[in-house]
């Protein structure tokens, strides 16, 4: 099954691609994560920081080469990708040249002020990157990794400026997909704004 994870910053793509791929044992393909990874930082942090879209050419190229790995071979979770409708043409035209498609497009609804709150209440642990959230899931000692004890960290993009640069990025260039993958009949909308869990058991 080759699935897209589709809906606003914030709706919860990454939270259940994880549950998805460890349930069916199917990978996880985050190209925000890939962007985050030291060897890709140094080039892609000036769009990252921004919340601007990182440009075609280079994610085009990450998501070819890292589909192309065995472990794709029966199927991939895409988060996060494609985020407009030159990367789901360029998509749909590489995995046909493969005799592969995607099956399904998972749309998390969310509205804009929960994405605001969920984003900007996200900290991560610097050492061993578990992510929390001072609403959903906040740690035990306040600010502190449960398990380093160290004091969590926020992502550069998660301030709420740059939650409303991507969101507005979101609007323009991404929400044009669900009419996309609409008219080919592979568009499951699930309500993402629920617990977790929840929104597990709707996928
Ligand atoms: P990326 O890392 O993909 O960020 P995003 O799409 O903005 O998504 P997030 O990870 O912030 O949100 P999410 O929907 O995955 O939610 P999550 O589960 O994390 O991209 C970052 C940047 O990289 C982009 O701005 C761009 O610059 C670049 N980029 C990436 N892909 C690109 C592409 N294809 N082309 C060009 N540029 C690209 O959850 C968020 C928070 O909510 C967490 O704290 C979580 O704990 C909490 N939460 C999750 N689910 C729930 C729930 N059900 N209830 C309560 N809280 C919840």
Do not use: W
Not at 13 to 30: C, D, E, F, R
């Amino acid at each position: 099954m080759n699935l897209i994870l589709l809906g606003v910053p914030g709706s919860g793509k990454g939270t259940q691609a994880k549950l998805i791929s460890k349930k069916y044992n199917i990978p996880h393909i985050s190209t925000g994560d890939i962007f985050r990874t030291k060897s890709h930082k140094k080039v892609i942090a000036k769009y990252v920081t921004k919340g601007i879209l990182v440009p075609d050419k280079i994610v085009l190229e990450i998501i070819e080469e890292r589909i192309s790995r065995p472990d794709c071979r029966s199927g991939f979770i895409l988060d996060g990708f494609p985020r407009n409708i030159n990367q789901a043409q360029s998509l749909d035209k590489y995995l046909n040249s493969k005799n592969k498609i995607i099956n399904k497009v998972l749309y998390f609804k969310l509205p804009i002020q929960s994405a605001i709150k969920r984003l900007t209440a996200r900290r991560i642990c610097p050492i061993c990157s578990k992510n929390y959230n001072l609403i959903s899931e906040p740690p035990q000692k306040e600010n502190i990794c449960d398990s380093c004890n160290v004091s969590l960290t926020q992502r550069t993009d998660d301030t709420i400026k740059t939650v409303k640069k991507r969101l507005t990025v979101y609007t323009q260039n991404t929400k044009p997909l669900i009419l996309y993958y609409k008219n080919q009949n592979k568009l499951r909308e699930l309500n993402a704004d629920k617990p977790v869990n929840n929104v597990f058991q709707s996928i």
